[in-house]
């Protein structure tokens, strides 16, 4: 049964590795570089303090915990544990795997650590701001950000699943601590 999934993982993975051009090679390339976002943070902290005023401190402290959470247990919990290697480091699949830049990142890929903390980023602002357009919209940036690692053939899918998956927990578990805090000392008002 592993093996069928881990079969069909890699076949996906081909097959959406497969549909690349010059001018997609670049545009994935920056979406994948987390300096390309610094803008968006900027408005994303400017936004927090505009709904929440003082209390966005609290909520940045939160997310620098998801993003150290989602960085440190995506390597040290899955990619040193299962060693499943990236697919551009994979023997049997690497010459026919679409590498840009010739970037393919560390050995391991089991979970995408991209997709773990853009999710548990997104996952974590939904939750606080509860604001529909900003939901889907902070989701749709960690999914683009998540597919670019597919594109660039550093990640196939399950990695990004299980990524994804680890940021919503993680930030599920944070939004609960969150909740406790304000409670405990009366900041939802």
């Keep these: 049964m592993i093996e069928t999934l881990i079969n069909w993982d890699i076949q996906f993975f081909l097959w959406l590795n497969s549909f690349h051009s010059p001018f997609w090679d670049t545009v994935m390339y920056y979406i994948s570089e987390k300096e390309t976002w610094y803008p968006l943070y900027l408005l994303i902290i400017i936004y927090l303090f505009i709904q929440q005023r003082w209390k966005a401190f609290i909520s940045l402290v ?3 915990a998801c993003v150290t959470m989602t960085d440190q247990g995506s390597v040290q919990l899955f990619k040193e544990v299962f060693q499943r290697l990236r697919p551009c480091h994979n023997p049997d699949i ?6 840009v ?5 560390g ?9 773990a903390n853009t999710f548990g980023v997104a996952f974590f602002l939904a939750f606080i701001l509860k604001k529909r357009w900003f939901s889907i919209s902070i989701l749709i940036w960690a999914t683009l950000v998540s597919y670019s690692r597919i594109y660039l053939g550093v990640h196939y899918p399950l990695d990004i699943l299980g990524g ?3 940021g919503a927990v993680v930030a599920s578990i ?3 601590l969150h909740q406790v805090l304000y409670q405990k000392f009366g900041l939802n008002r």
Excluded: W
């Design 101 to 105: 830049r010739d970037k393919c990142g």
């Design 174 to 176: 944070l939004y609960l």
């Design 107 to 115: 050995l391991y890929g089991f979970v995408s650590s991209h997709a």
């Design 94 to 99: 690497n010459d026919m795997v679409h590498i």
């Design 164 to 166: 994804a998956m680890l």
């Design 62 to 64: 939160f997310i620098a």
